[in-house]
């Protein structure tokens, strides 16, 4: 359980329990800290949601005493919280900015490889049968064979974009970066590029039954969509550079605790 600690108007964590209550048995962290935890309704002080911690080793009938020492410094956010989920607007929001990113590369591709040609070709086979569903077919027919191997290299470009970001060291894509998310793997790591290259194709699977994987995000408990379960990925709030490095987390924790 993350366990976040409230102090002078600020939130603080998220912090391992064990570290929580290791703090507060040495009086590191004051039982009128309000602290607070996934599922919990409100805040409380540490001394409700640690009650065993007060009674540890005093003898009954004498009041808890925590031992002498100055309240630390609370440590800046050490690991990611992994239950503080991106919600559902939110990941589509960062998805429109990253269709609006990829649109002006690929219509630039597009219009060098001929795309104006073969709409022109696509509109006058319309204009020739106005109204007939076969001639209809014939004209999209006509525009993806002539346009076949430029939306190849635009797929792949998208493919690209998305998977390089995603298993980057942002750990998102430039939308979600601008809307504070990030894609992680169940334990809140970074993901590897070929995770991240399978994620992209499994979104096809999230729309082919209507688009319902995506709208999977709002009802499911730790907010997947269908191509995260399938990939084992999910996207968190907060960006990847909001979060130390293991080994400053190491040392930070080592002085607070000496």
């Known amino acids: 359980m993350e366990i976040w600690i409230g102090r002078d108007g600020e939130r603080h964590g998220p912090y391992k329990e064990d570290d929580v209550r290791q703090w507060l048995r040495t009086g590191q962290v ?12 409100d805040w409380q002080p540490l001394s409700v949601l640690f009650p065993d911690e ?9 009041p808890y005493t925590a031992p002498a020492a100055p309240l630390m410094p609370l440590p800046q956010t050490t690991a990611p919280a992994l239950e503080d989920y991106a919600g559902f607007w939110k990941r589509v929001a960062a998805y429109i900015l990253d269709a609006i990113i990829l649109y002006i590369p690929n219509t630039l591709i597009m219009k060098a490889m001929g795309s104006d040609a073969a709409e022109e070709a696509m509109r006058k086979t319309m204009l020739a049968a106005p ?36 298993s980057s060291a942002w750990q998102g894509t430039l939308g979600k970066l601008a809307l504070g998310i990030r894609v992680t793997d169940l334990q809140g790591g970074r993901i ?4 991240a290259l399978g994620r992209y194709p499994a979104k096809f699977l999230s729309s082919m039954i209507l688009f319902i994987g995506f709208l999977m995000v709002a009802w499911t408990e ?22 130390r490095a293991d080994r400053t987390s190491s040392d930070n924790s080592k002085s607070f605790s000496a």
């Open 192 to 195: 590897s590029f070929l995770r």
């Open 131 to 166: 109204g007939d569903p076969h001639a209809m077919m014939a004209a999209y027919g006509q525009f993806y064979s002539m346009m076949g191997t430029t939306i190849a290299i635009t797929s792949v470009i998208a493919w690209l974009y998305f998977a390089l970001c995603e």
């Open 54 to 62: 007060m009674s540890r080793n005093v003898p009954p009938g004498n």
């Open 30 to 41: 004051s039982p009128k800290d309000l602290a607070w935890y996934e599922g919990l309704a």
């Open 222 to 243: 730790r907010k997947q969509a269908l191509h995260d379960m399938v990939c084992g990925t999910l996207v968190l709030n907060g960006r990847a550079s909001e979060f």
